[in-house]
């Protein structure tokens, strides 16, 4: 099968710069799926460590390194419902950093490598 743009063309493969970058577009979506499904199976392993963690502790975790989210919208997810959220902003991202931390520490102590 070719992807020539010109109807009756050659029929050569890779020789169009648009069967390239077709294939070019082939493999990378071939990478992201094995990228996700390793991703899948860290989060497998991971997840009963995971479980004795506190709830809001769990919240950061999974938001930080399941879904990439930034340190603000974290922060704003935890707290963002508190009446001094956007004047007292600092204080609830130092707050999020500490519990960020002890969440961290406590991962470290149930982890027990094989």
């Known amino acids: 099968m070719t992807y020539d743009t010109v ?8 020789e169009s710069s648009t ?3 077709v294939y070019r577009v082939l493999e990378l979506e071939e990478k992201v799926a094995k990228s996700e499904k390793a991703c899948e199976q860290d989060w497998a392993e991971i997840e009963p460590i995971l479980e004795g963690l506190k709830p809001t502790e769990l919240l950061i975790i999974r938001l930080r390194y399941y879904y990439a989210a930034e340190w603000s919208d974290i922060c704003r997810q935890v707290y963002g419902r508190k009446k001094d959220f956007e004047t ?10 500490k519990m960020h931390g002890r969440a961290l520490l406590n991962l470290a102590e149930r982890y027990r490598p094989e």
Request: proline fraction near 5%; charge should be neutral.
């Open 88 to 97: 007292e902003l600092d204080s609830y991202q130092n707050k999020t950093f």
């Open 19 to 21: 069967e390239r970058q």
């Open 7 to 14: 109807p009756g063309g050659k029929g050569s493969v890779g």
